[in-house]
Each structure stands twice: as structure tokens, then as C-alpha cells.
T-cell receptor
Framework: GQNIDQPTEMTATEGAIVQINCTYQ??????LFWYQQHAGEAPTFLSY????GLEEKGRFSSFLSRSKGYSYLLLKELQMKDSASYLC???????????FGDGTTLTVKP | DGGITQSPKYLFRKEGQNVTLSCEQNLNHDAMYWYRQDPGQGLRLIYY???????QKGDIAEGYSVSREKKESFPLTVTSAQKNPTAFYLCASSIGTNEQYFGPGTRLTVT
């Protein structure tokens, strides 16, 4: 089976930097996704890490360490619109599907 | 415009009735998925299909059924056997192992 852990809630200040962690245990790991979901809406894709290291995309970066079963999503220059739930998902090649964590609800305050 | 659509956005049913949720995509994606989301929780996989005329059970398939007769369509039926059907249902599609594109979701309320 697969086990994915993320903090339930985080709070940060506008303009600051926040790091959302995700740890996982799985067999047949093929990659790790991060999605953003605003309240009442569908998730939207943010990043996909297959190899170890840091992937940067504008204000958002995602890091993966396969040996440690660990990833983080880094959000810089936080804006109020970044208040949302951030979902970590692990793709399992053996099963041919992704498993999602419960998500981290980020609140950005002025 | 390419995309994935779900209808209706809100659906109300009486307990004991079956209900079918629609999911259509024109992205030419082979893989399609159905998820359920309860308040404050992540996505739980109900069923998924990697090619037409084939589908597999996800983690919480009991009380649900699907069909995949066309590449574009992957309807989900919530049967009366599903004990807690009230939830937010999300359909998604993808090309292989790449990122998933989600529809806007259907919020089902059963009373």
C-alpha cells in the first residue's frame, strides 16, 4: 500500500516564504505531483518530480528525495490568492494510478 | 477549447435512488479517473480506466459502478448500496503517467 503524510494546516504572511512538506511510503514509485485546490474548486496541477532535486517554476518550487521518501513545495513571495489546499500525490507504476495525501490548507494573512 | 466537463454541478437525490454523474473530455486522453472528496480530506480513488472498454476498482469502489464505452466518456453511477454517498465527486483525465486534468466537480447530496 501507500502512505502519504502532509501537515493539515499552515499559516503564513503575505510576501513571506512557506515550505509544505510531504513524506511517503510506497512501492513502485514513479513520480510525485503537487496540486493546488481552492475551496469548492477542482485541483490544478503545479509540479511533477520524477528525479531527485529541485524543480523551479516561477514563485513555486518543488523538491524530491526518493531515498528519503520526501518532497516539499516551496512558495515564495506569498500572495493572498495562494490561500488554498495543496495536495501531494504519488504515482505508483505497479498499480497504474496516483494516491493523494489529505492536503495542507494554507492560509495567507496580510 | 479542450477540457473536461462534469454535469450537473449540484445534484440532489433521495436515499435509495441510483444516480449517474457525467464526465466528458475532449483532450484525447486515454486515462480517466473518478475521485470522491469529503470535507477537509484529500481525494480518494473510486474507479479508473486506462483504455476504452477497460476499468479497474480504486480504493473505495463499493457502491459505485462505471462504464468506458467511448474514449471521451466515463460516467459514474452511485448506487443505493453506497452507504454515505453525499460528497464532492471529481473526474480527471491524463496521458499515461502525466499530470491529471480535473473537471469542475459534482456536489451530490443524498437525503
Amino acid at each position: 500500500g501507500q502512505n502519504i503524510d502532509q501537515p493539515t494546516e499552515m499559516t503564513a504572511t503575505e510576501g513571506a516564504i512557506v515550505q509544505i512538506n510531504c513524506t511517503y511510503q510506497t512501492s513502485g514509485f514513479n513520480g510525485l505531483f503537487w496540486y493546488q485546490q481552492h475551496a469548492g474548486e477542482a485541483p490544478t496541477f503545479l509540479s511533477y518530480n520524477v528525479l531527485d532535486g529541485l524543480e523551479e517554476k516561477g514563485r513555486f518550487s518543488s523538491f524530491l528525495s526518493r531515498s528519503k521518501g520526501y518532497s516539499y513545495l516551496l512558495l515564495k513571495e506569498l500572495q493572498m490568492k495562494d490561500s488554498a489546499s495543496y495536495l501531494c500525490a504519488v504515482y505508483n507504476t505497479n498499480a497504474g494510478k496516483s494516491t493523494f495525501g489529505d492536503g495542507t490548507t494554507l492560509t495567507v494573512k496580510p | 477549447d479542450g477540457g473536461i466537463t462534469q454535469s450537473p454541478k449540484y445534484l440532489f437525490r433521495k436515499e435509495g435512488q441510483n444516480v449517474t454523474l457525467s464526465c466528458e473530455q475532449n483532450l484525447n486522453h486515454d486515462a480517466m479517473y473518478w475521485y470522491r472528496q469529503d470535507p477537509g480530506q484529500g481525494l480518494r480513488l473510486i474507479y479508473y480506466s486506462q483504455i476504452v472498454n477497460d476499468f479497474q476498482k480504486g480504493d473505495i469502489a463499493e457502491g459505485y459502478s462505471v462504464s468506458r464505452e467511448k474514449k471521451e466518456s466515463f460516467p459514474l453511477t452511485v448506487t443505493s448500496a453506497q452507504k454515505n454517498p453525499t460528497a464532492f465527486y471529481l473526474c480527471a483525465s491524463s496521458i499515461g503517467t502525466n499530470e491529471q486534468y480535473f473537471g469542475p466537480g459534482t456536489r451530490l447530496t443524498v437525503t
